[in-house]
Nanobody
Framework: VQLQASGGGLVQAGGSLRLSCAAS????????MGWFRQAPGKEREFVAS????????YYADSVKGRFTISRDNAKNTVYLQMNSLKPEDTAVYYC?????????????????WGQGTQVTVSS
């Protein structure tokens, strides 16, 4: 499975961005999808995940209420809508696909990773 993330950019604090991750080369609906991020000098951290059907979603406490993960299985794409962005949201954002049946918090459970897209939030 190949994953291609897009939609990152520079935005002011309080603004919004929508990330997309297009999948190819596999059966998209067979995978739980997740978003992770890595800020400079920090470890990669979980942001959000969505179940195969799109019904169940999980979020890191730091983004709950501001970010929304969703997927369109017909388009083989997962999205991350990010609202009320803060400077501390600045990071490279990665999408990933997991064959595990779990909440998706653990990055070790993901089999495929996209290349990352930079999100920069200015104060």
């Amino acid at each position: 499975v190949q994953l291609q993330a897009s939609g990152g950019g520079l935005v002011q604090a309080g603004g919004s961005l929508r990330l997309s991750c297009a999948a190819s080369g596999g059966t998209f609906r067979s995978y739980r999808m997740g978003w992770f991020r890595q800020a400079p000098g920090k470890e990669r951290e979980f942001v959000a995940s969505v179940s195969r059907s799109g019904i169940s979603t999980y979020y890191a406490d730091s983004v709950k209420g501001r970010f929304t993960i969703s997927r369109d299985n017909a388009k083989n794409t997962v999205y991350l809508q990010m609202n009320s962005l803060k400077p501390e949201d600045t990071a490279v954002y990665y999408c990933a696909a997991s064959a595990y049946y779990s909440t998706g918090y653990n990055s070790n459970e993901y089999d495929y990773w996209g290349q990352g897209t930079q999100v920069t939030v200015s104060s």
